[in-house]
């Protein structure tokens, strides 16, 4: 048939027909029941736990022959998970892949929500490694189950009431929990807070895996995404003092790269396509051309 | 006192498998009485007290409590949302363990304004100002509230325990021999302590000891258990003066005279 016909033994994507219908079931309970984490049959994955074990399950599961596939790692589209990933499934489901967000339309993600906003016919799937938000306070599964059911989240803002005890202010930097919809708190997995406001009636369907923990959970696109705080200490998101080095562009999430052993550093944006974007759009940072040269 | 008792218990039994925990308990208690159920080991206490609070279904028999609209409701007939809420606002339970009733991890503020939070208080300010004034009124300073209970001593987890429980305005609190594991100093204080804050809140309470000198200091009314029934119930003062069971006067007899 072409050149991969030596794969023939992995099905399409991977996973089995009945591992994905597995998988689409809760996949499809997730999005009924926003934030609300649906226990799956985790299958072994042919990478470590915590490498996205979940995110790749899900991912398998929702890839159509029509799909282009992006992956992430910490915003870059260049690093060892993001490559392995797109790697992995070139190889097993011969899916166009691209590295330019707006061109995806699943874009598989460790660590961040891009730049640039998702539209309607984008997916977005979060490698999750725990997915309680309540785990670190509440150690007895049956319990924290028993607190969602009942909606007993008191507890996940005496974790923010030890924050600003210790700190003076809520220094939760990731993993920052958000209530869906009303209803289900829930861990965004460890994307930085700066990403919590996306979240709120994205365009985008956002599906969470958690492989090692099997669990699923989403949020459907338009929905109510708040983020938990205090009335005199409110949600706010990271503040950067300078502009990107490359691209100059602020407001968005910056990388501090430390250049050499004397400090010097540079921000630049952890969103690699949104800074390369920029730069060919003519955008120039103080850094750009000379450090950026000397560095490759 | 109110015409009407808070909390009616109604021939509560409780087997585990063949063996007894508790048979055909039943009694009133009134709003600002505290009741101490008295006995030795084994004889049933801290099952009847964790069959009253619904930590453990009994095998037969009501237990009703008047809620804050008045009406009776029969604790194992409501549904789990509402009982966990009525545990956490309306009731208080101490244990004899401070280990079992803390969250050791998080300091003494966050331990006395976790209620608070539960219940939808989310001003931090007001929380921490509240959590300070309850720290006072149980003799803890005011600069130990970032402290977490680890490091406090046990007289001190335990007063921050009873804190953690009052904080809401409970009308009914159990304590399961809440000096326990401390020494005869620190009781004494505690059991001040203790019998001040429900006269000044009009607590009722329910407490389980072994310690006959608890119950004669805390309660209004005692029961005494021996294998599993009620064999004495009465005023506490007629209990211990004037025992009439063979058994009562045996414990009676016991107390150590220094």
């Known amino acids: ?296 | 006192m109110n015409d009407h008792p808070l909390l009616r218990v109604n021939a509560v039994t409780k087997y585990y498998g063949s063996r007894v925990g508790c048979t055909d308990v039943s009694f009133n208690l009134w709003p600002g009485e505290v009741l101490a159920i008295v006995g030795e080991s084994g004889s049933g206490k801290t099952t009847l007290l964790n069959a009253i609070s619904t930590n453990l279904m009994p095998t037969s028999g009501t237990v009703e409590y008047r809620m804050r609209d008045g009406q009776f409701r029969d604790l194992y007939r409501m549904g789990e949302a509402e009982r966990r809420f009525l545990m956490r606002t309306d009731w208080g339970f101490v244990h004899q363990n401070p280990a079992d009733g803390l969250r050791m991890t998080v300091s003494a503020g966050a331990n006395v304004g976790e209620r608070l939070m539960a219940i939808g208080n989310r001003h931090y300010g007001n929380i921490r100002q509240e959590a300070t004034q309850w720290l006072g009124r149980v003799e803890i300073d005011a600069d130990r509230i970032d402290d977490q209970p680890r490091d406090f001593s046990g007289g001190m987890r335990q007063r921050l325990q009873i804190a953690r429980n009052l904080v809401t305005g409970p009308r009914l609190v159990f304590m399961d021999e809440p000096t326990g594991g401390l020494d005869v100093s620190v009781q004494a204080r505690l059991l001040d302590l203790v019998r001040g804050l429900v006269n000044d809140l009009g607590l009722s309470a329910i407490v389980v000891t072994h310690d006959l000198a608890v119950a004669r200091l805390l309660s209004h009314r005692m029961m005494v258990m021996k294998e599993g029934r009620v064999i004495e119930h009465g005023l506490t003062d007629r209990v211990l003066d004037d025992p009439r069971e063979p058994y009562t006067q045996l414990l009676v007899s016991s107390i150590l005279q220094v």
């Open chain 1, 1 to 296: 048939m072409n050149k991969h016909s030596e794969l023939a033994v992995y099905n399409f994507a991977y996973l089995d027909e009945q591992t994905k219908r597995m998988i689409r079931r809760a996949i499809l309970k997730a999005i009924a029941i926003p934030g609300y984490q649906v226990p799956f049959a985790s299958r072994e994955m042919p990478m470590p736990y915590g490498w996205g074990t979940g995110g790749v399950q899900v991912t398998a599961s929702i890839l159509g022959p029509d799909d282009t596939l992006k992956v992430i790692d910490q915003g870059a589209d260049d690093t060892t998970n993001a490559v392995s990933i797109r790697a992995f499934f070139q190889k097993v489901a011969h899916v166009a892949v691209t590295t330019k967000t707006a061109q995806a339309t699943i874009i598989q993600t460790r660590h961040r929500i891009p730049e640039e906003t998702l539209q309607d016919n984008q997916v977005l799937v979060y490698q999750v490694p725990i997915p309680e938000p309540l785990r670190f306070l509440e150690p007895r599964e049956t319990e924290t189950r028993k607190m969602h059911a009942l909606e007993e989240y008191g507890l996940m803002h005496v974790k923010l009431y030890e924050d600003i005890a210790r700190n003076g202010h809520i220094a939760t930097t990731y993993a920052y929990p958000v209530k869906v919809e009303g209803r289900y708190v829930m861990d965004p997995s460890p994307t930085p807070k700066f990403d919590n406001p996306k979240m709120h009636r994205s365009q985008a369907l956002q599906l969470f895996g958690a492989g090692r923990e099997k669990r699923i959970y989403a949020i459907p696109p338009y929905t109510d995404v708040v983020s938990l705080d205090f009335e005199d200490h409110p949600f706010e998101v990271q503040q950067f003092e300078e502009p990107c080095a490359l691209c100059a562009a602020s407001g968005v999430y910056l990388d501090e790269v430390v250049l050499d052993d004397r400090g010097g550093r540079m921000f630049v944006c952890s969103d690699t396509d949104y800074c390369e974007k920029r730069r060919e759009n003519g955008h120039r940072g103080h850094l750009n051309g000379e450090t950026a040269g000397a560095a490759k």
